[in-house]
């Protein structure tokens, strides 16, 4: 549950930088693989 919150936040402080940045596009989805990534991390550690 932890995780999904710290997820949700940074996908927050990101949006600002999406609508912002020419690369934001890039640099968002790489925010949300970086997400992605530490879940299943915790999950594979669960």
């Known amino acids: 549950i932890n995780t999904k919150v ?4 940074r996908e927050r402080k990101a949006i600002p930088i999406f609508l912002t940045t020419k690369s934001g596009f890039s640099f968002f ?3 949300k693989m970086e997400i992605i990534k530490e879940k299943n991390n915790i999950a594979e550690m669960l």
């Open 6 to 9: 710290i997820g949700i936040e």
């Open 29 to 31: 989805t790489a925010m």
